[in-house]
T-cell receptor, first 112, second 113 residues
């Protein structure tokens, strides 16, 4: 079955370390997105990519980086520059014409 | 600017009906979505409205008025498993973010016995 896979589900890192969150989809979707969710904040857009080898900053891109070398993959790196990285991270994708999003199951990152 | 408002929390009784409202102001409009999200899980798609009116799908219905920038999600015959957060999202069409969804902060619904 087609879907979008995020790994790992839980991730612990020490402060000051970079960490990369994986997002893979086999839906043949063009657009992919990374959101961060904090309690009471809703979903906030970090980065998005509408085609391979191109991506755009969202509302809260500082301290994050992404790449889109393949259509199926859109990894997110949380760098040491991100001041408050502990959060629930959601990856999503959508096809053309754009419809609703398909979400991955999320990665809960805890920085200690 | 972009602004999507929905109540933070609501409580309802099992078997009852509840209406969750959403108002929005966005630059360009190309559809409104409702998602359900249980704690610690990914959002799942509930409904999509692009034209004015009511869309019914089982126990869930969604209404849209584009002129008023207003939508609601109606949940009938509430069940305990309906306890979740409900996210309203608007798809923009203008600017560099074609097709992106803008999310409200979500409404946490608690269903009591």
């Amino acid at each position: 079955d087609g879907g979008i896979t995020q790994s790992p589900k839980y991730l612990f890192r020490k402060e000051g370390q970079n960490v990369t969150l994986s997002c893979e989809q086999n839906l043949n979707h063009d657009a992919m997105y990374w959101y961060r969710q904090d309690p009471g904040q809703g979903l906030r857009l970090i980065y998005y990519s509408q085609i391979v080898n191109d991506f755009q900053k969202g509302d809260i891109a500082e301290g994050y980086s992404v790449s889109r070398e393949k259509k199926e993959s859109f990894p997110l790196t949380v760098t040491s520059a991100q001041k408050n990285p502990t959060a629930f991270y959601l990856c999503a994708s959508t096809g053309r014409p754009p419809k609703g999003y398909t979400f991955g199951s999320g990665t809960r990152l805890t920085v200690v | 600017g972009q602004n999507i408002d929905q109540p933070t929390e609501m409580t309802a009784t099992e078997g009852a009906i509840v209406q969750i409202n959403c108002t929005y102001q966005t630059s360009g409009f190309n559809g409104l979505f409702w998602y359900q999200q249980h704690a610690g899980e990914a959002p799942t798609f509930l409904s999509y409205n692009v034209l004015d009116g009511l869309e019914e799908k089982g126990r869930f219905s969604s209404f849209l008025s584009r002129s008023k920038g207003y939508s609601y999600l109606l949940l009938k015959e509430l069940q305990m498993k309906d306890s979740a957060s409900y996210l309203c999202a608007v798809r923009e069409i203008y600017g560099g973010s074609q097709g992106n969804l803008i999310f409200g902060k979500g409404t946490k619904l608690s269903v009591k016995p």
